[in-house]
Structure formats: structure tokens, C-alpha cells
């Protein structure tokens, strides 16, 4: 199928559920051209998980640049957050406060941020527990450069359904918890979850974001 037959395929799941999530189009695997189509086909919101990549693909789509909404996914190191951080609309990936204190040096305004939380609780996943989002949010209140504006998390890829229901409700419980905080600094109402594999169930757990890549391009 096209990449626009397959943005509609999503586009009438997320209506059929009646949510109002939002697609954004994964593009690390892809260039330009299938950018380019992307974006014809009335999608803004891309999504890209390495430093280099993000600002390459920046630069040759100069002329849609900013129209385009940047939402940055992947690990992120602290090195080059001082590279990227004021050409992006989301981070997806506050994973540690290390990185929200490289945020706070490098940001020349507030950086609309999702929390990574480690849901499955698996060592190779990075983010923080459940149990500690209350307090990091806490803590991330005198950083004037970070907004917490939802939680965010990746399933494991060997999940179950069932599995998957739980892990994307307990996301959707810890965000709910954290906004009831009413924060001024963490409004903390998207949730940023489900792939290729799992939008499908992450919708019917209330995402508010889903990160799609693979499937569009098949
Ligand atoms: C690659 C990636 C996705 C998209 O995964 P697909 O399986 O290609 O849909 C979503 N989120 C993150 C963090 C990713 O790295």
C-alpha cells in the first residue's frame, strides 16, 4: 500500500475507537522522498531517534521545515542536547535528571517534555519506574526550561495482549495521578505510547500520541 493509503488505514482506527489521538510518523527509517510523502498526505507531526539524522533531515526539508512538528524519540545522550534542543516542538525521551539538567543549561525556552517510564520494568529499557515519576516530578519543578506535558513509554516487543493492556493502563494511571497534582510546571494530560505493533491497544488504553514507523512504509 502507499504511505497515504496506510496514514488512512491509522487515521480511520484512531476514528473508529473515537480518540483523537495523534499520529506522528516515525521517519528514522526513511528519506527525504518518503518524508516529503508523509507530509502530503497531511501528517506534521514526525518523529526521529538520532541527533545526526534529526538535523540532516532538517536541513534538506528547508522549505517545510517549519510547518513540520519535530518530535524528538530516541535515547538521548547529553552531549549533543546543546545541538538539537531548540530545533525540536517534543522530547519523548526525559529519561534520567542528568539529561533534564543538560535540558535546563542548553534550552532558550521551555521544551514541551514527555517522561519516559520503564513500565515492563526490563533492564535493557531506560526511563524511570512508576513509583518515581511522582517525585521526579516534584523535583523537576524548579527547571523553568522543562514542561512535563505527558508520560511516555515503549512496550516490550515480546508482549502478550493482555500484557500490553496493562503496561499502557499503568501509564495511563501514572498520568493520571501526576496531573490530578495540578502542577503548574507538569499538566502532564498526553500519553505517548503504541508502535507498529501495538497502536492498536494503546488506543483502547487512551494514547494520546502514537509513534508509528514500519507500518507506514509497507
Ligand atoms: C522506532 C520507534 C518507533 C516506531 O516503531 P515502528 O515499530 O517502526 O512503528 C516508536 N517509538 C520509538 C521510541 C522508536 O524508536
Same mark, same amino acid.
Given at each position: ?13 484512531? $476514528? ?6 495523534? &499520529? ?12 516529503? *510523502? ?19 533531515? $532538517? ?11 519535530? =518530535? %524528538?524519540?530516541?535515547?538521548? $545522550?547529553?552531549?549533543?542536547? +546543546? ?6 516542538? @517534543? &522530547? =519523548?525521551?526525559?529519561?534520567?535528571? +542528568? &539529561? ?38 516534584? *523535583?523537576?519543578?524548579? @527547571? ?18 493482555? *500484557?500490553? =493492556?496493562? @503496561?499502557?493502563? +499503568? &501509564? ?8 490530578? +497534582?495540578? %502542577? ?9 505510547? !503504541?508502535?507498529?505493533?501495538? #497502536? =492498536? ?7 494520546? @500520541?502514537?509513534?508509528? !514507523?514500519?507500518?507506514? #512504509?509497507?
Amino acid at each position: 500500500m502507499t504511505i497515504k493509503e496506510n496514514i488512512q488505514q491509522i487515521e480511520s482506527k484512531i $476514528q473508529s475507537l473515537q480518540s483523537n489521538a495523534k &499520529l506522528i510518523a516515525v521517519t528514522k527509517s526513511v528519506g527525504e522522498q518518503e518524508m516529503r *510523502e508523509v507530509f502530503n498526505a497531511g501528517v506534521t507531526a514526525m518523529g526521529e531517534n538520532r541527533v545526526p539524522s534529526l538535523l540532516e533531515k $532538517q536541513a534538506v526539508l528547508a522549505d517545510i521545515q517549519k510547518e513540520i512538528e519535530w =518530535h %524528538f524519540i530516541g535515547n538521548l $545522550q547529553t552531549r549533543p542536547v +546543546k545541538d538539537m534542543i531548540n530545533q525540536i516542538d @517534543y &522530547l =519523548h525521551s526525559l529519561d534520567r535528571m +542528568k &539529561l533534564a539538567k543538560e535540558i535546563q543549561k542548553r534550552a532558550v525556552k521551555p521544551v514541551k517534555c514527555f517522561l519516559q517510564v520503564n513500565v515492563s520494568g526490563e533492564d535493557s529499557k531506560s526511563g524511570f519506574s512508576p513509583d518515581e515519576v511522582i517525585e521526579v516530578v516534584g *523535583e523537576l519543578a524548579g @527547571y523553568d526550561k522543562i514542561i512535563i506535558v505527558g508520560l511516555m513509554t515503549m512496550a516490550p516487543i515480546d508482549a502478550t495482549d493482555s *500484557e500490553l =493492556h496493562e @503496561y499502557f493502563a +499503568k &501509564l495511563k494511571e501514572t498520568q493520571t495521578k501526576v496531573a490530578e +497534582k495540578g %502542577f503548574a510546571h507538569a499538566p502532564c494530560t498526553e500519553l505517548s505510547m !503504541g508502535m507498529s505493533q501495538d #497502536y =492498536h491497544i494503546a488506543l483502547e488504553e487512551g494514547a494520546t @500520541y502514537i509513534r508509528v !514507523g514500519t507500518s507506514l #512504509y509497507q
